[in-house]
DNA sequence: TTTATTTGACCGAG
DNA sequence: CTCGGTCAAATAAA
């Protein structure tokens, strides 16, 4: 209703998350063309990763962030399995204190043996800026913001906050959306596999809160050479492995865009191939489809109308 | 070198 | 004052 600087901010956020998924549609429009011809396998693998991109990217825009990249359901879990699975995945946004910044949350479970680096992923590169002790909290909060916040301005930030009495739950707070076009390190996902089941992952997660909430390189080492199979050479730390990772988002779910229904037609032009994906590329051709308000369009399945009563 | 992380200082809100 | 968030200098990594 009452559009003012969250308003904006949402607007944004359209704008970002229809550039992101026009994006990836070509890339995907491309893959399927490649796929009749016999198109170098690099190739299509580098499309496909693209797609994944800008899935990943999308998602966690929407604070939705699912495990689409690859479904593995991770069973063994020495406690994993708690009541909190219960998908109740809500992204929640909010806009209280800073800029007015839409602000959502994910929670991140990570399976035993999964790097945590790797499983707090989300395709975005993040440069951390602090570490606080909270309150009550047995873990350090992490902050970061975007990588290239300073270079294009990008305001997003995310916190990260393990939990308390479940060391493989981290929650994290994004605030502000992207507004870089980042596709750097998105490790893509790998096939997980699951190694050694036991292991006193609860002693090292606990380590590894105390050393460094977000980097907990070092303690899973011996477990790297068993992920050299992966393609993708992990820019920094080595945190291969990664999928383990159970998302779940809390607060308010925002269901799931995939409802948008494009339309066939709409789908044969976006040849539009932006690869840079201007902002002014903003409603490229019919691009600008379902997404003229992707959250209305949401809303039929999803309260997303409880949602902009958050930012408004 | 440049870029990223660590960490205590700093600051505003309450 | 405390607390949560950010800054920035020192340090580490690349």
Redesign the pocket.
């Known amino acids: 209703m009452e559009r003012n600087s969250n308003g904006r901010e949402w607007e944004k956020m359209k704008k970002e998350l229809n550039e992101l998924m026009t994006e990836g549609r070509d890339y995907a429009q491309q893959l399927k063309s490649q796929l009749g011809s016999t198109s170098s396998q690099e190739s299509r693998e580098h499309l496909a990763k693209k797609i994944l991109e800008s899935y990943h990217k999308s998602l966690t825009i929407m604070n939705y962030s699912g495990e689409l990249d690859q479904v593995s359901p991770h069973s063994h879990g020495t406690g994993s399995p708690k009541s909190d699975d219960s998908d109740h995945q809500e992204p929640h946004i909010i806009q209280s204190s ?1 800029k007015s910044m839409p602000r959502w949350t994910r929670k991140v479970i990570i399976a035993p043996g999964v790097v945590i680096d790797r499983a707090l992923d989300d395709g975005f ?12 909290a047995k873990f350090p ?3 970061h ?1 975007c ?1 290239y916040r300073k270079s294009k301005g990008c305001e997003a ?1 995310k ?1 990260v906050q393990r939990s308390n009495e479940d060391p493989m739950l981290f929650e994290i707070i994004y605030r502000g959306i992207h507004s870089c076009s980042q596709a750097s390190n998105v490790g893509l996902i790998i096939p997980v596999q699951v190694l050694e089941p036991n292991q006193t992952q609860e002693q090292e997660n606990l380590e590894i809160g105390k ?2 909430l ?2 907990g390189h070092h303690n899973y080492n011996h477990q790297a050479h068993l992920h050299q199979t992966l393609n993708y050479p992990l820019p ?2 080595l945190n291969l492995e990664s999928n383990n990772v159970m998302l779940q988002e809390k607060d308010h779910n925002i269901g799931f865009l995939g409802s948008t229904s494009y339309s066939d037609a709409n789908y044969n032009f976006l040849a539009s191939y932006d690869a840079g994906s201007a902002s002014h590329s903003t409603s490229n051709s019919p691009s600008t489809i379902g997404l003229e308000s992707p959250f209305e369009n949401f809303g039929p399945s999803h309260p997303f109308g409880g949602f902009g009563g958050f930012y408004s």
């Open positions: 800073k590169s993040w440069r951390k800026y602090g570490q606080k002790d909270i309150l009550g909060r992490g902050y913001r990588t930030t916190q050393a460094s977000d980097t920094s730390t």
